[in-house]
């Protein structure tokens, strides 16, 4: 199918690379009006028909600004984020703060700006980039970004519950190891702070998956659209897992 997002006005944030840009395309490609946002403007360059703004998901005046501008809108996918290695034991207090401040409080800033134009429109759709790392699932040394995706998962009810009778549906996706230009830095630090060679690394993360690969931002960009569009109207407050089995 083509055109499956025709007619309709979507936000994307960190649209720059990795998953948020596959969404941000993909978004244009099935007709979405699309506004790609990131905190580097530059990494927004060749997203189609996208209308593209720099945007730090960490400042409420500039997210506020921004769907000043944008309007009333269909589609807000919080795709910004950051994967903190470590237990406790390596956890500051400001590794902590940062973690849920980019993870959890930036989704907070933006459906709290963009969902009265929702509202006022009689509908929308919120996808919250989540992580099989979370609620789902405890994993070795993700210690504050396991908490803090399993906070996404929690907000993404709260909000599924408070508007369910609105016509605004929020949902939360929830991936497997992607690869994306993200991963490879978390590779290649990983590989020089243990001294292990970056293919070992690699190899470690693919072994992890049942099915014996790493996922591509693609099949998550086709999951968002899914959600995004009126073909999943009867689907909110739900942990859509995307991980090659790795939950299993």
């Known amino acids: ?24 395309e993909l978004f244009v490609r099935e007709g979405a009006t699309v506004w790609a946002t990131d905190l580097d403007r530059a990494k927004l360059d ?10 730090d998901a960490r400042s409420t005046p500039a997210v506020e600004a921004l769907a000043a501008e ?20 390596e956890t500051s207090e400001a590794d902590w703060d940062f973690s ?21 429109k009689g509908g929308g759709s919120i996808v919250n ?7 789902v699932r405890g994993i070795p040394n993700r210690y504050v970004y396991g908490a803090s995706k399993a ?12 508007f369910i009778r ?42 992890r998956q049942p099915m014996g690969r790493l996922g591509t931002a693609d099949e ?4 968002a659209v899914y959600l995004g569009s009126d073909e999943s109207s009867y689907t909110t407050g739900q942990v859509h897992l995307a991980d090659g089995g790795f939950a299993l």
Do not use: Y
């Not at 605004?168 to 590779?187: H, K, M």
């Open 1 to 24: 199918m083509a055109g499956r997002l025709e007619g309709k006005t979507a936000v994307v944030t960190a649209a720059g690379q990795g998953i948020g840009r596959a969404i941000a």
């Open 46 to 55: 060749g997203i189609g028909a996208a209308e593209t703004r720099a945007l």
């Open 70 to 89: 944008a309007g009333p809108i269909d589609i807000l996918v919080n795709a910004a984020g950051f994967v903190f290695h470590g237990t406790v034991l």
């Open 100 to 120: 849920f401040d980019l993870n959890v409080k930036s989704m907070h800033r933006s459906i709290k700006a963009f969902l009265p134009g929702m509202l006022e």
């Open 129 to 135: 980039i989540a992580s099989g790392a979370s609620s």
């Open 151 to 162: 906070a996404v998962i929690g907000l993404t009810k709260a909000v599924a519950a408070d």
């Open 166 to 207: 609105k016509g605004v549906r929020a949902n939360a996706i929830c991936p497997g190891t992607i690869q994306s230009p993200s991963l490879d830095e978390r590779i290649n630090a990983q590989a020089q702070s243990s001294g292990q060679s970056i293919d070992a690394v690699r190899q470690a993360f693919v072994d």
């Open 220 to 223: 998550i960009a086709w999951l």
